[in-house]
Nanobody, 116 residues
């Protein structure tokens, strides 16, 4: 059974940093794409950042220059380093992964709160 387990969320002050991790288990081959989405109350879930198995990345405009996505294929783990956090970054962050098929895999979500 495929599972994505996130960790690293929490409460941080504006301007602070957090690092999210997401480890996949129950897979045989590395996912083609892994990434992070977020959903704030009243908003739709949105893409934050994604990375392909060969390291190509894609970022939402709102996080470019502040967030960095990376992955360790040997550990089936994807990371999201978040710097210069803003209150508007507050959301539940979801790990996402997929192969070259329509099927999506999601983690359970981890809360990130940016507040003084």
């Amino acid at each position: 059974q495929v599972q994505l387990v996130e960790s690293g969320g929490g409460l941080v002050q504006p301007g602070g940093s957090l690092r999210l991790s997401c480890e996949a288990s129950g897979i045989i081959f590395s996912f083609n794409i892994m990434g992070w989405y977020r959903q704030a109350p009243g908003n739709e879930r949105e893409l934050v950042a994604a990375i392909t198995v060969d390291g190509s990345t894609n970022y939402a405009d709102s996080v470019k220059g502040r967030f960095t996505i990376s992955r360790d294929n040997a550990r089936d783990t994807v990371y999201l380093q978040m710097n210069s956090l803003k209150p508007e970054d507050t959301a539940v962050y979801y790990c996402h992964a997929k192969y070259r098929t329509p099927l999506d895999y999601w983690g359970q979500g981890t809360q990130v709160t940016v507040s003084s």
